[in-house]
């Protein structure tokens, strides 16, 4: 504790302060300045009446100053409640713009893709349409060609016509279509074989020239033996088989 040697209305004060003696000076400076006003003020009052009138005005002032404190440090807390919920409430806000950021990250992301593909749309559909164009230019040929080959159809059409009425007003004989001669098959009977080949040279010989007895035809010989021996299996071919019934290739018989 320090000790200040102060004077308040010609009084000597001696004060124990752990203030310093400025302090403490400026203090007794300020009481001595209020006694005066108040003694000023009332002229017949005394200096102790003055320094009791100073003391009240400083209790009021105190407890005016407790209870305005109080208020401050009521309004305070209310100021810090309200502090807290707005923190909390600028957390939360922080944390929605955060998660909107994010969004919107998102959508930029999604809407340059957009872009890109839409780019990339644009593109095809500028080839598909100059692939149009070509194919348009291409059918046009075609429609073209096919005009012409149509045309060229018609004459052909026209020309194929005339030559059918040429042709049927001047007829063409068919030539005679040769009969295959089916005995030819390895298998075949030899007498069939030769009875066969038989009745084809008797229908091939012209009727004018056939003669009437086939006795004749033989060649006359001294040996008549040879000559009945010759005949003798021509005969007995032409009358045991016929050549009118068809005879199979395969016939085994």
Known sequence: MNKHTVFVAGKRFVLLSEDNTEYVAQLAKEVNGDIKRISDENPTMESRSCAILCALDYADDKKKEIERSKSLSENAK??????????????????????????AEKLTAENTEQKAKIEKLLKDNKKFEEANIKLAEENGKLVAENKKLAKEAEKD?????????????????????????????????????????????????????KPENPTDTQPKSDNTEETQNIQEPQESLNKGYKPIRQISLFDNE
Do not use: G, W
């Not at 209310?78 to 969004?103: F, G, N, P, R, Y």
């Not at 040429?166 to 009969?179: G, S």
């Open 78 to 103: 209310t100021v810090m409640i309200q502090a807290d919920k707005h923190a909390k409430q600028i957390k939360e806000l922080k944390e929605k713009l955060a998660k909107k950021e994010k969004e």
């Open 157 to 209: 059409e026209k020309s194929s016509e005339n030559n059918n009425k040429e042709k049927t007003e001047k007829p063409q004989k068919n030539p005679p279509v040769k009969k295959e001669k089916r005995h030819n098959h390895p298998h075949i009977n030899p007498y069939k074989k030769q009875a066969l080949e038989n009745s084809e040279k008797q229908q091939e010989v012209p009727a004018e020239t």
